[in-house]
């Protein structure tokens, strides 16, 4: 599905943008399902009283569908290797984001990060499947003991943005560093395989911004390590997006001997000087 040109951006960029993933329908599906779970009227400006309410784990076959078509589930396989990723039987978590007066850098949860991709033992010990569910108002406030990355990715193939709502530059599309993935193997690269939680306000600093803007049905395939944050919405209409992880089967082979690495593990491996 992706062309040549695609696998060396997002091995250069960090991530790809995926046009008509799913269909306009399957997302109007999707978002009616968020909004009975908000709550609030679609039509009464009045009742979105928060700038963003995060909302938990989903299997409802309209959003399991939306992440498994098959022109994704190719992209997996070409980004990720086949068989060697996990189908997604459940979606989430949804930042469901509002309208709000406020500068498009400082959203209410502002802040540069990549998302984490397996537990500590402390976050295993304390935190159960049913704390993703229902509404997420809040992230743990032990986030930096409770998750982990380490430079194989345990646990994590791609990050998903799967674009329920058109979403505009004033719509609070995701702000991504882009080629910020290279700078994070170096990072984790001496805490070994139980990694460490990682600070990345300074991350990728000086590399170019990019706005993962898109119509609704498509979708961007982010390589786990790909530096990002959330902007707030200055546009008029609630932002509808998933950011689920494709799991992997196993790790990320850093030193692979039974053939090329995959465009996830080159972009590990051109991190750490191994290109």
Known sequence: MLTAEHIESFVTDGFVRVPNAFSTELAAECRDLLWKQLDMDPGDRSTWTREVIRLGVRSDDAFVRSANTTVLTEAYDQLV????????????????????????????????????SFLSPEGEATIGAGDWEGELALVPPDYDKVFRCNV????????????????????????????????????????????????????GADRPHALATGRAGDAYLCHPFLVHTPITNTGTAPRFMAQPSL???????????????????????????RG
């Open 81 to 116: 290797g086949h068989g060697r990723w996990l189908p997604m039987d459940a979606i989430g978590t949804f930042p469901v984001r509002f309208p709000a007066d406020r500068a498009p850098e400082q959203a209410e949860d502002y802040g540069w990060h990549i998302d984490a």
């Open 152 to 203: 194989s990715s345990r646990g994590r193939g791609l990050l998903v943005l799967l674009l329920y709502s058109d979403t505009g530059e004033q719509d609070a599309p995701t702000l991504i560093r882009s080629g910020s993935h290279l700078d994070v193997p170096p990072l984790l690269a001496p805490y070994g395989p139980e990694g460490t939680y990682l600070d990345c306000g300074s991350v």
């Open 247 to 273: 799991q992997l089967a196993g790790e990320f082979d850093l030193n692979r001997t039974d053939g090329q690495p995959v465009p996830v593990e080159r972009a590990i491996r051109v991190g750490l000087g």
